[in-house]
């Protein structure tokens, strides 16, 4: 018998579902078998009527609580059925959500709740699949501390009353399949709070969002077809510390505009990006946060969409088709990626479930002072897969080729920007963040492991000693770390006017003294291009003759030095202005004679450079490092050699810093014969004053500077020269 209406229970139920606190409305809802049959019941407010159709048996049925719960008994319980609703204006079918079983298992449940799930992805957020071979999308959220969670959106009309989850015992994790909901459709996540209030979240999980402002979820489905296979094994294969690295840095919103001054797509960029950095002669492109978030000004760098790819540019698989373009051409991708904080906004993972969910409970560590923003809980499980499995999620799905990851000493310091008694110390009574160093460890060794090749990157400004040792070894495991000392020091020492220069020498030779204490990247960034700090053009003195040439020795010097290459957008330019979010690089001044020189210098070097074995093969040990002479501070000259893997010298890198020729310069060599002239930076074709070797130097055995044999050269202004070593006889 169907319990009747105004029943204390149904009344309870019904005021729970309204409430948003029911933690199993398929208790209630959906197909229950009786002693002679079934029942089925129903729920919503709006529907004036209601029926079960089972095949061509349509059975009425009656509403048992007057804000809208239906119920109707059958004969026998049906394999499968839909609702037939009217409202009064239009009458509706749907398959009913409350008759299908969970659409995760005790395993998945087991592993979300011990922190080892390494495909999050697929099992929380929106997944379009056919279940009880019925389409529809399978909604999944962690929020154990929530009194209730709908799921609400473009299938109910955005009526919060509709869709209410059920929890999956003590995983924390509400679930609910919804019929007839697939790609396309936007949602969001209704969540009861322990205080009974109520607030609309993003899905943390995911996969893409509504362009910003707009701040929905969207369920999407990949039809994309890899292309890359090629590519992929060929990064499985590689060393990437004895492989030539240069890395063109991008903000791809601010690169090149298209008509009306908008963003270029994902698909625009796959081509035009592509053919560029072709050009140009990179080996990766690394962009800037492109995981959604809502504020534009903020780079990337405050996420709240951790597995959604931008939709300023365009869709996940059009961001997908921008990879397997790139390495079409050869070309890696490195993403920026934001695992240290996250903004407070309150759609999104701040107080997810009315809780300090994903961040730390305690604002010492909670809360990071200098970017207004909240730290993730790295010491609870659930929050640690969460990350570890958004680095993997970028790699599987994208196939990304690492991760740069941003303000890793943010992370590693309970004390970073704060004073004395506004941090926490370690069990130890420390500074070091002992979960954090886990937490970075596990992620880098899961990337090492299951996808072989990649690269991470941390962005760490600090000693921290072992970032690029194995975790196996004690370090934290990165593949490579950002040189952020030898870039003050060199930027530092560039800067200054030569007639300064000779005091400020040893910032070009300092960097040697650690410079194979970890796997280096040396990285002229964005970071150097704003806040009032001025283009690297501007940084340098002298009038803009001057200014060009102390640029392209910089360049020069750069890439000779033991280390990977990045570079940031607009530093190939000579660009002028500082740079800015809004608007594209100034892609006339390349009209300019002088900085479409620097430009054919950069694309020289990275040739160069990938075509000389001993500047790269053993950017990793001392063994390919030789000074030639690096204390000739009062003539501004500098230089050493590059050997290569079998330690023969291979390359010659002399710097002339002054703004005077030296003619006649004897500087030492370690084999004698012809070094041909590589490059120089005061070439004609780079905007220089032309001078140079003719070509090349004959060494003889004349020891000098240590070296057993020298060469009397002609050191160009303000320039470096790269000098060949003799071929083998």
Known sequence: MITPPGSPAVADAVSRLLAGEHHDPHSLLGIHPLDSGAVVRAFHPRATGAWVVDGATVTPMERVDPRGLYAARLPSPPAAYRLRMHDGQQTWEVDDPYRFLPTLGELDLHLIGQGQHHRLWTRLGARPLTHQDVAGTAFAVWAPNARGVRVVGDMGGWDDRLHPMRTLGPSGVWELFVPGVGPGARYKFDVTRADGTHVL?????????????????????????????????????????????????????SWRRGPGGRVLTYTEAAEQLGDYVVALGFTHVELMPIAEHPYTGSWGYQVTGYFAPTAR??????????????????????????????????????????TALYEHVDPRRGEQPDWGTLV???????????????????????HVDGLRVDAVAAMLYLDYSRRQGEWLPNRYGGRENLEAMEFLR????????????????????????????????????????WNMGWMHDTLDYFSND??????????????????????????????????????????????????????????????AH??????????????????????????????????????????????????????????????????????????????????????????????NLAPVVHHGFRVGLPLAGRWPELLNTDAGDYGGSGVGNLGGVEAAAVPWNGQPCSAELTLPPLAVLWLGAPALA
């Open 442 to 481: 596990e992620v880098t060794e899961s990337l090492r492991v299951d996808h072989r090749g990649s690269l991470t990157v941390a962005e760490e400004s600090t000693a921290w000693p072992g970032v690029t040792r194995t975790a196996a070894g004690g370090g934290l495991g990165f593949s490579l770390k």
């Open 498 to 559: 030569p007639v300064f220069r000779r005091y400020h020498h040893h910032q070009l030779s300092f960097g040697l003294w650690y410079a194979w204490s970890e796997h280096f990247v040396l990285p002229l960034s964005h970071d150097e291009v704003v806040h009032g700090k001025g283009s690297l053009y501007t940084k340098m003195p002298g009038d803009r003759w001057q200014k060009l040439a102390n640029l392209r020795a910089l360049y020069a010097w750069m890439w």
């Open 201 to 253: 979240k993003a899905d943390p999980l995911a996969l893409a969002a509504e362009a910003p402002p707009d701040t929905a979820s969207v369920v999407t489905a990949s039809s994309h077809t890899w292309q890359d296979a090629t590519w992929m094994t060929r990064r499985a294969a590689a060393r990437w510390e004895e492989r030539p690295v240069a890395i063109y840095e991008v903000h791809l919103g």
């Open 313 to 354: 540019y365009g869709s996940p698989d059009e961001l997908r088709a921008m990879v397997d373009a790139l390495h079409a051409r050869d070309i890696g991708l490195l993403i920026d990626w934001v695992p240290a904080h996250f903004p407070r906004d309150e759609w999104a993972l701040a107080r997810f479930d009315g």
């Open 376 to 398: 993730f809980n790295f010491g609870r499980g659930e929050v640690r897969n969460f990350l570890t499995s958004n680095a993997r999620y970028w790699c599987d799905e994208f």
């Open 562 to 655: 033991p280390g990977k290459k990045l570079l940031f957008m607009g530093g190939e330019l000579a660009q002028e202005r500082e740079w800015s979010e809004d608007s594209e690089l100034d892609w006339q001044l390349l009209e300019d004679p002088g900085s479409a020189g620097v430009q054919r210098l950069i694309a020289d070097l990275n040739r160069r450079y990938g075509a000389e074995p001993a500047l790269w093969e053993r950017d990793g040990s001392p063994d390919g490092f030789r000074w030639i002479d690096a204390g000739n501070a009062d003539q501004n000259v500098i230089s050493f050699y590059r050997a290569d893997a079998s330690g023969r010298p291979g390359v010659a890198c002399v710097a």
